[in-house]
């Protein structure tokens, strides 16, 4: 019976120790925002979903001028055969 107590006791003070709260990290030095950290920092390789994503909106911006020009154009040409 003496070694049933024992293991009991044992298994207990175990159980406390494991949830007890971790050590909290030392706050010699805060760290640094990460916000400020991107800003100056060289742009990093587009992984497969964000190119899936970003690569038609490029795209999109590049044939703008175009698109634009088309349009000036077309809006010359009317405005000279209805002679406004």
Known sequence: MP???TA???LLV???????????????QPPEPQAAAQAG?????RGALTEAIQSPID??????????DAAEK????IDAQTGG
């Open 59 to 68: 795209k999109a911006k590049g044939v703008e001028d175009t698109v634009l």
């Open 41 to 45: 920092a060289p742009a990093q390789p």
């Open 3 to 5: 070694k049933l107590t």
């Open 74 to 77: 077309q809006k010359a040409e």
């Open 14 to 28: 175990l159980c406390a120790t494991a949830c007890s709260r971790p050590e909290p990290p030392a706050t010699d």
């Open 8 to 10: 009991c006791a044992l």
